[in-house]
């Protein structure tokens, strides 16, 4: 377990197995607390599920499916907030939090960090994601386009998905990160700046992006379509994850469920957002007008390559200080054929 100064140093300096046995287990024993897999079992140990998510809401915790799958079990599911991925992975290196959801970047400056965590599951991306994460200046900024960023502070927190994104887009037109000054900052603190016209560049995301819209104090000069990121992962801890196989595998079945279901229900996730998140109507429309439900994507070779790829692009740019084997923050192959479905292991 790493110490909270060293992590959150780790992200504001730049720097930023498994035993088979757990699928061998009889399906007589315990069965309220197995998942029945191709003929054995996974195990489920925890009695308390604690579910880490940003302060940007989680649909998860808002329909409540895995309250309803897990009820059954036994299993209590306690959630706790976090403003970004960065904090939520500092949680999770402190044993508080057992299963997340960040972006590509957060793992990569946890596993520098010494945490040890694994990867559950990704997410599929389509043509137009990444439209909800933007570059933006006030309207009232003299800069009109993305290439006169070069010199500009540029606000966003570190270890975050924005420091891939902002390495890329600088990468995509011939710069570099040392081309701009960073200031870190949580995003939802920073938007009260910006919205003074006090922070001159600013990255960020719905619902905070759509909030600086509906008052016109914002004007986007990037967003983040087509620049290969992986996407997002849930994050466990280790130790959770390899105690629990079959508490996993119900996760992934629910999250990708629900990613089916919202997409065919966008007027109730929209009320959601409204209910829950206390969103105004209009801002949350603008939200629901960008955002994609896509579906699960598991822990394939091609994903693990894809991560690996941003990993080696932050050691490249000399964001963080060694180069890391994505592999370290695995669970072995065939753990992850058990408990991910086969239609998304792409």
């Known amino acids: 377990m790493i110490k909270r100064r060293r992590f959150l140093n780790t992200a504001a300096s730049g720097l930023g197995g498994f035993s088979l046995a757990y699928l061998l287990g009889s399906c007589s024993q315990e069965s309220q607390q197995n998942v029945v897999n191709n003929g054995g079992s996974l195990g489920i140990k925890a009695k308390v599920l604690r579910m880490g998510y940003q302060s940007a809401g989680d649909l998860v915790r808002n329909r409540q499916v895995l309250e309803k799958r897990l009820e059954p079990l036994g299993i209590k599911v306690e959630w706790a907030q976090f403003v970004q991925g960065p904090q939520l992975m500092e949680g999770m290196a402190a044993r508080k939090v057992d299963v997340g959801s960040v972006g590509e970047t957060p793992p990569i400056f946890a596993q520098v960090a010494g945490s040890t965590l694994v990867y559950v599951v990704g997410t599929q ?97 990037k967003d983040s379509v087509g620049l290969d990121s992986p996407g997002g992962y849930y994050i466990a801890d280790r130790k959770f994850a390899e105690e629990n196989p079959g508490l996993l ?7 990708h469920g629900l990613d089916k279901w919202a997409e065919a229900h966008r007027d109730e996730v929209k009320q959601l957002m409204i209910s829950e998140q206390k969103l105004d109507p209009d801002v949350a ?9 896509a579906g699960r994507r598991g822990l394939s070779p091609a994903l693990i390559a894809e991560q690996q790829r941003v990993a080696d692009l932050f050691f490249e740019a000399g964001v963080i200080p060694k180069k890391i084997d994505i592999k370290e923050f695995l669970l072995p192959p065939d753990l992850y054929a058990a408990i991910t479905p086969t239609e998304i292991m792409v």
């Not at 595998?249 to 999250?255: F, G, S």
Request: net charge positive.
């Open 249 to 255: 595998k119900i996760i992934i079945e629910e999250l």
């Open 125 to 221: 991306r389509t043509a137009t994601t990444g439209r909800s994460s933007v570059i933006a200046v006030p309207p009232e900024s003299p800069i009109t386009k993305f290439e006169e960023i070069k010199g500009q502070e540029v606000y966003f927190q570190k270890g975050s998905a924005s420091h891939y994104f902002i390495l890329r887009a600088l990468q995509s037109i011939g710069l570099t990160i040392k081309d701009i000054k960073i200031r870190s900052m949580p995003t939802i603190e920073a938007r009260g700046a910006f919205l003074e016209g006090r922070i001159p560049v600013w990255m960020t995301g719905d619902p905070h992006y759509a909030i600086a819209e509906k008052m016109g104090r914002i004007r986007v000069i």
């Open 285 to 293: 429309e603008r939200v629901m007008s960008r955002r994609t439900f």
